[in-house]
């Protein structure tokens, strides 16, 4: 044990209590059907918990922790308190970059030795602790090697080294058995198109992903693979800008029955979109995977990855999650940080015990909104035209037959409500 969390217990579902507690979050409670820690698929992000300093644009590091350094015994000891959160908090997943878990090394070599060693401290802890991977993925933005980007990068050296990365980390999240092998590319998309070959960098982005499909296939991983998409921030145009966007790419590249979304709430801003648009949009086209439930702050309009706090915000996402069938290899990842004030180890175990409480508070009146059918029912009454097969043969027409039946049944539109301050309504009985 370290000391770290010292007097903090494990938290239990307990709504009467006044300290920290689950008052919402009862992970053996079944909704429809399921227990809730098998709906929710909890996970914790080892980068913004353990291995984010604090900073921000204009101030670095605030945060003072006992692993902060670069040797490999410190990587062992952010491994420790990390595992003892998880059991703090019993939440079933964690995921990781590379970068967050070990030391970089001064070679390619180097680093993936001191990853390896890791990665093998890992099984005895995920045994001990109960604990599983979600997702492993490759950190190719922070390092200044990436400053170009790294598949999409003009210098064939940084592609190779990236290819080398996704290779080692997809290895490792084999090993672990982890459900799922995230690519987010902060990197891949420029800053001026004056110095970007737009045409070749997207080429190289979509090799690049059918390289890691393909080698899935080679060591086996039964694994989702999926694409995380995001408008801009660090680039300026980033290529994955969307679901519609990346949808777009994974055809032309022939992917679009090998790779899912991981979709995440403050990207889903960022790109002008709701969450729900995002989630139903993947979900409408068979590629919906996983969720990063974080939220953004709608003022500053940047990307702050903050724990999610808005019920009603998070019970539509979940009621697109539920209608997708719900999560299979995907779970529900906090890719959430702290705000940099917030110094003290009670502050971690908080954000993330209040962020379980309103995804169980926003998931249950998803599943009770999904239950009462209501809403459900309006949507179907709406299109109800379309039922009568005179309506269906519609779509098997062609222009000349539609205009000649507009005539001669006296087709005259008669427009009806839609409803929307009703719907909005029912909505509000259950959040
Ligand atoms: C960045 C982001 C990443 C990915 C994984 O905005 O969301 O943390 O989730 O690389
Ligand atoms: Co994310």
Redesign the pocket.
């Known amino acids: 044990m370290t000391n770290f969390f010292q007097n903090i217990e494990p938290l239990r579902f307990d709504p009467g209590r006044t300290g920290t507690a689950f008052r919402h979050y009862n992970p053996d409670e079944v909704v429809m059907g399921k227990r809730m820690e098998e709906h929710l698929r909890f996970a914790v992000?080892y980068?913004?918990s353990f291995a984010w300093p604090g900073g921000d644009l204009f101030g670095g590091q605030t945060f003072e922790r006992p692993w902060f350094g670069d040797t490999m015994e410190l990587a062992r000891l952010k491994a420790d308190v990390a595992f003892e959160m998880f059991d703090l908090l019993g939440v079933p997943y964690f995921?990781w970059?590379d970068a967050d878990i070990r030391p970089e090394g001064t070679t390619f070599a180097e680093s993936r030795r001191n990853f390896e060693e890791i990665i093998d401290y890992f099984p005895a802890k995920m045994e001990r602790h109960k604990t599983k991977l979600l997702w492993g993925?490759a950190?190719l933005?922070s390092h200044r090697r990436f400053m170009s980007g790294a598949a999409t990068n003009p210098d064939p050296d940084v592609f190779a080294w990236s290819a080398a990365t996704v290779k080692l980390c997809m290895d490792a999240t084999h090993k672990l058995d982890g459900e799922n092998y995230?690519l987010?590319g902060?990197r891949e998309g420029y800053e001026t198109l004056l110095n970007t070959d737009l045409k070749r960098e997207r080429q190289q982005a979509g090799r690049f992903l059918q390289m890691a499909v393909e080698y899935k296939y080679k060591i086996g991983f039964r694994g989702a693979i999926l694409v995380?998409p995001?408008p801009q921030?660090p680039s300026k145009h980033q290529y994955d800008f969307d679901v519609a966007t990346v949808y777009g790419f994974l055809r032309e590249f022939g992917l679009e029955d090998e790779v899912q979304m991981?979709i995440?709430q403050?990207?889903a801003i960022l790109a002008g979109h709701s969450f729900e648009h995002e989630l139903a949009l993947a979900s409408s086209l068979g590629l919906f995977g996983s969720i990063?439930m974080?939220r953004n702050d709608y003022q500053s309009g940047w990307?702050t990855?903050q724990f999610p706090n808005n019920v009603p915000e998070v019970a539509l996402a979940y009621y697109e999650v539920l209608k997708a069938g719900g999560f299979t290899t995907g779970g529900t990842?906090f890719?959430a940080k702290l705000r940099r004030q917030s110094l003290d180890p009670e502050d971690l175990i908080a954000a993330h015990a209040g962020a379980m409480d309103v995804c169980a508070r926003g998931f249950k009146a998803a599943a009770a909104m999904l239950q009462d059918g209501t809403l459900e029912a309006m949507r179907d009454e709406r299109y109800a035209g379309w039922n009568a097969a005179s309506s269906k043969a519609l779509l098997s027409s062609d222009l000349e037959a539609i205009a000649a039946l507009v005539e001669a049944d006296g087709i005259d539109p008669r427009p009806r409500s839609g409803r929307q301050e009703i719907s909005e309504n029912v909505v509000n009985r259950f959040v």
């Open positions: 992000a980068w913004h995921c970059h993925t950190n933005f995230v987010w902060g995380e995001k921030e991981n995440e403050g990207h990063d974080n990307d990855d990842n890719d």
